[in-house]
């Protein structure tokens, strides 16, 4: 009884234009397979979902008939939510937003490491910033016990059951997916075989230099700080604990060498571009330092090599709100920086982002198809996903712009960043 009047309170709540151009009947179906599923908490919480703009607008295309997946929380995993999630109907409205992924979803089926990735519904500017306002993304695979796990996800959350509605694939989940954070708020999660602890403290010792025109006044940013708020976009490859502490002599020998360490990080960091695992495969990017940076996968798993160093990703997609880490045994060691190979991948970057595109499917698939080949990397330029002109970073040699915080906007010209 409880579970049909929520049915009808949903559709009846619906404000009367929005109704009159929806497929009611796809709606009505939709709620009575997620009653059969025991689904109630879902059902209550999408009456909250509809009574907003950006809801009903999500419910609506829906209803189109093109492919959806849907990772549907358990009542039992709405009962141990968070209190911030259930109770403030915004952060509920981005949080069901995020478990709903566009695209066909029917061929996939990657077992850890390889990774899954879809595009879901979730762009608030608040909560998700990656390059040219895309929406976040949600990422799983399948683990070593047989079941699809969610990514990234602070309490393991397991598919537990799967059944459909026309186009809607509905993989029940047993928690509620808590879309990703910042840098700062997603490293003291990681667990201890890929921490991340060290590289924090190096990121904090790498100081990039600016210039406030505003107050005439010369400083630096850290690049801890640029990774957890300053840019809008980014992917890198985050040396681990025990990695920092096996180049620890190299590091000390370049502590003294401002410029060296620069591009030591800058060579870790693919510029203005979220690039995910399988978008890696078979590629390759320039880094913010204008060096190469390529790729590999064999039987032991996926490499990046940069200058003479191949590492191994131990851990590949670690998402956040404004990009993407990819976790690795060694530290990258090359200092070298390349200006005008820099410059030509940012274009690159900032042309293809602004080519607006609907993914349809799992992001890399085509490039994912073949993984069990064992191929390398070859011939593709930095580019990838949108970008916007704010949340910008370009390496000494080219002046491009960067959000700094909330509220900051800098032009790196030369070796400074010149905030406004």
Known sequence: MKSAFLSAALLVAAPSAWAQSQNLTFLTGLLTTLQSANLTSLISATS???????????????????????????????????SNVTSDSGRLTDVLAYHIVSG??????????????????????????????????????IRADGHIHVLNQRNDSTVVNTT?????????????????????????????????????????????????????????????????????????????????????????ALASNTTALNNLFYNHLINDTTVYSPQLVGQ??????????????????????????????TQPDVLLSNGVLHVIDRVLINT??????????????????????????????????????????????????NSAAVGRFAGPGKAQMVALGATAVGVLMGALITVF
């Open 48 to 82: 909250t979902f509809n009574s907003s703009g950006v809801g009903q607008g999500i419910l609506g295309d829906l209803s189109s008939g093109s492919p959806f997946v849907l990772f549907a929380p358990s009542n039992e995993a709405f009962a141990s939510a968070p």
């Open 284 to 313: 390759n990017f320039t880094s913010a330092g204008g060096e190469p940076l390529t790729f590999s996968i064999n039987a032991t798993g996926q490499y990046v090599t940069s200058g003479n160093t191949t590492a191994l990703i």
């Open 104 to 141: 066909n979803f029917s061929n996939s089926a990657t077992t850890y490491p390889n990774v899954t990735l879809g595009r879901t519904f979730l762009n608030d500017s608040e909560v998700v910033q990656l390059e040219g306002n895309k929406a976040q993304v949600v990422a799983w695979a």
């Open 336 to 385: 070298g920086f390349n200006s005008g190979a820099a410059s030509s991948a940012l274009a690159s970057a900032t042309s293809a982002a602004a080519q607006s595109t609907t993914e349809s499917q799992p992001i890399g698939f085509s490039a994912t198809a073949s993984l069990s080949s064992g191929v390398s990397g070859s011939g593709a330029s930095a580019s990838g996903s």
């Open 164 to 252: 459909s509605f026309g186009n809607i694939t509905i993989n029940i989940v047993d928690h509620v997916l808590i879309p990703p954070e910042s840098l700062q708020q997603t490293v003291p999660t990681e667990n201890a075989t890929t921490s991340l602890t060290q590289l924090n403290t190096f990121l904090g010792t790498v100081n990039v230099p600016f210039f406030n025109s505003t107050s005439n006044s010369s400083g630096s940013i850290s690049a801890f700080n640029l990774l957890n708020s300053g840019l809008h976009g980014f992917t890198f490859f985050a040396p681990n604990d025990s990695a920092i502490f096996a180049s620890q002599s190299n590091l000390t």
